[in-house]
């Protein structure tokens, strides 16, 4: 059996093939490594869509509850006269300016959860997917 010659052009042949080898270890470990973080922003994005949905619930179940005592307040005041009138219709116009809050509250509420959610979907994707390019985030509303 003859014994293989080591020439130049095998030993840049050999050269050439390990460096694709290291070349595809490092884009792997860079693609990981990019994976880890879109799932670590998928899951920020995540928990801030949840906290955002709970401001608008919160936000809705205040315009709900403030609306009903104010309209209850307001017919309990008709009915009412003089000095005790005029407290109980300082009370509504309190609740409905509690109203105004919530609804100012829940009017930024509903597009942050908007664009967390939008967020959430946008780094599940990229975390699928880390090879493909990823746009960057618009600003939060």
Same mark, same amino acid.
Do not use: C, N
């Given at each position: 059996?003859p014994?293989?010659?080591f020439?130049l052009r095998?030993?840049?042949?050999a050269v050439?093939?390990v460096?694709v080898g290291?070349?595809? +270890?490092v884009?792997t470990?860079?693609?990981e490594?990019a ?5 670590y922003?998928?899951q920020?994005y995540g +928990? &801030?869509?949840?906290?955002?949905m ?5 936000a ?8 009903r005592?104010?309209?209850?307040d ?5 009915? +009412? ?6 407290? &109980?219709?300082s ?11 919530y609804? &100012?509250?829940l009017?930024? !509420?509903?597009?942050? !959860?908007a664009?967390h !959610?939008?967020?959430r979907s946008k780094?599940?994707? !990229?975390a699928?997917?880390?090879? +493909?390019p990823?746009?960057?985030d618009?600003?939060?509303?």
């Amino acid at each position: 059996m003859p014994r293989p010659r080591f020439t130049l052009r095998w030993l840049m042949v050999a050269v050439a093939v390990v460096a694709v080898g290291f070349g595809a +270890l490092v884009w792997t470990m860079r693609i990981e490594a990019a994976a880890e973080q879109y799932r670590y922003r998928r899951q920020l994005y995540g +928990l &801030k869509y949840d906290l955002a949905m709970i401001g608008v619930q919160h936000a809705e179940s205040g315009i709900a509850d403030y609306s009903r005592l104010a309209d209850e307040d307001e017919r309990l005041a008709s009915e +009412l006269t003089g000095r005790e009138r005029t407290a &109980k219709l300082s009370v509504v116009d309190y609740d409905r300016r509690i109203v105004d809050y919530y609804r &100012k509250r829940l009017s930024m !509420a509903r597009p942050r !959860a908007a664009y967390h !959610a939008t967020m959430r979907s946008k780094y599940e994707h !990229a975390a699928r997917y880390p090879w +493909l390019p990823v746009a960057p985030d618009p600003r939060e509303p």
